[in-house]
C-alpha cells in the first residue's frame, strides 16, 4: 500500500502561484513500484481530469489546459511530487488529487490521496 498526503492548497487571486505538494509513504517494495505521479483534479460538478504527470525517469506529460502555466517535478529521495502552477485563472478552481501507479504483476494499481482544495477568485 502507498498512502499519498497532499498539502499547499488554498485560495490565491487570479495570476497568483501555488506549489502542490504530495508526499508518499509506505513500504520500501511499495514505493520502488511507484512508475508514475502525478495531479489530477475536480471541480464542482466536473469529472476528475487529468492534470500533470511525471514518470519515475522524470519524463512529464500535461493537460493542454495548464501547458506553459504549471510544472511538475519530482523527488525521489523524498518520495514527493510538486505541483507548480502560475498564472493562475479562476477555471483552476478544484480540488487536486495527488496519483501514484504502481506495477504490479503486471497490472495498475492506483493510489489516490485525499485532495487539497485550490480557489482561486478573479
Known amino acids: 500500500q502507498v498512502q499519498l498526503v497532499e498539502s499547499g492548497g488554498g485560495l490565491v487571486q487570479a495570476g497568483g502561484s501555488l506549489r502542490l505538494s504530495c508526499a508518499a509513504s509506505?513500504?520500501?517494495?511499495?514505493?520502488?513500484?511507484?512508475?508514475?505521479m502525478g495531479w489530477y483534479r475536480q471541480a464542482p460538478g466536473k469529472q476528475r481530469e487529468l492534470v500533470a504527470t511525471i514518470t519515475s525517469g522524470g519524463s512529464t506529460n500535461y493537460a493542454d489546459a495548464v501547458k506553459g502555466r504549471f510544472t511538475i517535478s519530482r523527488d525521489n529521495v523524498k518520495n514527493t511530487v510538486y505541483l507548480q502552477m502560475s498564472t493562475l485563472k479562476p477555471e483552476d478552481t478544484a480540488v487536486y488529487y495527488c496519483?501514484?501507479?504502481?506495477?504490479?504483476?503486471?497490472?495498475?494499481?492506483?493510489?489516490w490521496g485525499q485532495g487539497t482544495q485550490v480557489v482561486v477568485s478573479s
Open positions: 496519483n501514484a501507479q504502481r506495477k504490479i504483476a503486471g497490472n495498475t494499481v492506483n493510489s
Open positions: 509506505g513500504s520500501t517494495s511499495s514505493i520502488i513500484n511507484i512508475v508514475v
